[in-house]
């Protein structure tokens, strides 16, 4: 029993490390948690004597977990159609939480999470190991079947899809918060003209309401399409409350204290780039919205 105390005591120094890497691999809060679980329960049969550094095997351990769930997701026929919204991390504009922190490192907002969906499990594997955690090519080789120069290709290309689709947001949050309340009070005045102008040329709104809600997914294009689809929601404002959506000036849309929506912003350039809004009732259930409530 002492034995296994004391390798439990040191998983845990590394859990919020592990969490952060399958949140990046994966886009998903619960599935981060499961990859945590599994991670663990391997170690725990695994005769790690020799192991001189536990945090670098455990991140090869979860980062391989985390490749069978990418692959296993191709063959699943259950999952919705339309557009995808990863799980957003929320937190009040004042709250300050080093698991958050260590979810959010390396700035991963909603919109590099969606074109992180949009990658082959290997190119996503060998981007997020290398580029945020600094995972050698030569171990990814070994976890993707690869040569080295063959991993090193798949986080190159990885890399040109991100820099192309996710846009980098403004790193004053001051600033942010004004462009995202600016756009409250332009939809909640019905003003399609402000709203149009607070919008970026190539802005994308991505709302994903899943099977409960499929009536609201949708993907909009372009300042008059956003501005026009966001209207239909003006009723909804009063309840609008500020937060921190994956470290960017966000909000949680809670009429009568039910969470109805959470709302990610990228500002960039004083313009909002991309909304991506997590509306699906069963997803938003599994949030810790609760350092929200008033």
């Known amino acids: 029993m002492e034995e296994r105390d004391w390798l439990a005591n040191r998983f845990e120094e590394h859990r919020i490390h592990l969490r952060g890497v399958a949140y990046r691999m994966l886009g998903s809060l619960s599935e981060a948690d ?3 679980q599994e991670a663990w329960l391997r170690l725990s049969r695994a005769d ?3 192991v001189e550094n536990l945090r670098a095997w455990l991140t090869t351990v979860i980062a391989r977990v ?3 769930q990418l692959r296993s997701r191709g063959t699943r026929r259950e999952q919705p159609l339309g557009p995808h919204v990863p799980d957003p991390v929320v937190q009040r504009e004042d709250g300050v939480d080093p698991e958050h922190e ?3 490192a390396e700035s991963v907002g909603l ?8 990658l082959a499990p290997a190119e996503r594997l060998a981007f997020v190991l290398h580029d945020s955690f600094g995972v050698s090519f030569e171990e990814i080789a070994a976890m993707v079947g690869r040569t080295p120069e063959a991993a090193r290709q798949l986080a190159s290309r990885a890399r040109r899809r991100v820099r192309n689709a996710a846009p980098v947001p403004d ?8 462009v995202v309340s600016a756009f409250f009070a ?3 005045a019905g003003d399609l003209g402000a709203l149009v102008a607070l919008l970026d040329p190539d802005v994308v709104l991505r709302a994903d309401g899943g099977t409960a809600r499929a009536d609201v997914s949708i993907v909009a294009r372009g300042p008059r399409a956003v501005a026009e689809h966001s209207l239909g929601f003006a009723a909804m404002t009063p309840f609008v409350r500020p937060a921190l959506v994956n470290g960017a000036a966000g909000a949680v849309v809670a009429p009568h204290g039910q969470p109805f929506s959470v709302m990610g912003f990228t500002v960039t350039g004083g313009k909002i780039v991309a909304i991506d809004a997590l509306v699906d009732p069963e ?4 949030l810790d919205l609760s350092e929200l409530e008033e």
């Open 66 to 68: 985390c490749l069978n």
């Open 171 to 178: 790193p004053d949050l001051a600033r942010q918060r004004e």
């Open 102 to 104: 260590a979810l959010l």
């Open 186 to 188: 332009a939809t909640r």
């Open 111 to 118: 919109a590099l999470l969606v074109v992180l969906d949009e």
């Open 34 to 36: 499961d990859a945590v």
């Open 48 to 50: 790690v004597g020799a």
């Open 283 to 286: 997803r938003l259930r599994r």
